[in-house]
């Protein structure tokens, strides 16, 4: 099956730095997610990404969707404690059995203040 | 966006019993979608429930194992049968949700299976 390769795996930053993640993939896909999940809940969608080159900011957010629709980044700016959590990229195709998300492994971002 | 109720948000159940995870949306929705999280992973799709037509299982889920319903446009159930420990996992219900250009998750079902 399809799959996302996230990396990395994990991220300690000191407060206030700069982060940067990144997915990659063997198949196109037709939408890029992002999203974070915090301890006990769902994930959250972050941002969403459409054409192939778009590049979205969303506050300190800013995702690109990669020229060959097969890879996504995410940057975070002037981290802050609050960022902790699992970041996660998704990709998004749709098939003539209907939309299907595939999921990257995730990044867990520690933030020490 | 649209807000998901899943209950139960957490369950601790015997080996061999069944769980039925139910999700509520309030909105009406064409897909709904059922994902296992197991600890320290990422999301997998089960299933994606159509009203009015049995559900899609992706590859290495069955209907035996994971049946589901979906009754109404709102409204889905998730059951895990003849649970063991290695069910042990979070399950989410989703729904694309045009509003927010992408799709919405539920808080999640944590189960133990001891």
């Known amino acids: 099956g399809q799959q996302l390769n996230q990396s990395p795996q994990s991220m300690f930053i000191q407060e206030g730095e700069d982060v940067s993640m990144n997915c990659t993939s063997s198949?196109?896909?037709?939408?890029w997610l992002w999203y974070k999940q915090d301890p006990g809940e769902g994930p959250v969608l972050l941002i969403a990404l459409y054409k192939a080159g778009e590049l979205t900011s969303n506050g300190r957010l800013t995702a690109q969707f990669g020229i060959t629709r097969k890879d996504s980044f995410l940057n975070i700016s002037a981290s802050i404690p609050s960022d902790v959590g699992i970041y996660f990229c998704a990709g998004q195709r749709r098939e003539t059995s209907g939309s299907r998300l595939t999921f990257g492994e995730g990044t867990q971002l520690t933030v020490n203040p | 966006s649209a807000v998901i109720s899943q209950k139960p948000s957490r369950d601790i159940c015997q080996r061999g019993t069944s769980l039925t995870i139910q999700c509520q949306v309030d909105s009406q929705v064409t897909m709904m979608f059922w994902y296992r999280q197991q600890p320290g992973q990422s999301l997998t799709l089960i299933a994606t429930?159509?009203?009015?037509?049995?559900?899609?299982?992706e590859s290495g889920f069955v209907i035996d194992k994971f049946p589901i319903s979906r009754p109404n446009l709102t409204f889905s159930t998730l059951t895990v049968s003849n649970m063991s420990p290695e069910d042990s996992s979070i399950y989410l219900c989703?729904?694309?949700?045009?509003?927010?250009?992408?799709?919405?998750f539920g808080s999640g079902t944590r189960l133990t299976v001891v």
């Open positions: 429930a159509n009203q009015g037509s049995e559900a899609t299982y």
């Open positions: 989703s729904v694309e949700d045009r509003t927010v250009g992408g799709y919405t």
């Open positions: 198949s196109i896909f037709n939408t």
